[in-house]
């Protein structure tokens, strides 16, 4: 696993925690927050996900 996918998978679990620790106290702004941590994480693995299948594309070509 990419490093991109783990550091993606990291910034949505601790999203989410800041989500709902917002949503408990009643802070808008933190829950947003969170909110936006999660897409930022998404978006990280997705990125290492494209990294890792060009990745193997480019290997699959160099073994023909």
Do not use: C, H, N, Y
């Amino acid at each position: 696993m990419s490093q991109d996918r783990v550091k993606g998978r990291i910034s949505k679990a601790k999203g989410k925690v800041k989500e709902e620790l917002g949503r408990a106290v009643g802070d808008r702004s933190t829950e947003w927050s969170g909110k936006l941590d999660q897409v930022k994480g998404s978006f990280q693995e997705r990125i290492g996900q494209a990294k890792l299948d060009t990745r193997r594309f480019a290997d699959g070509l160099r073994v023909r």
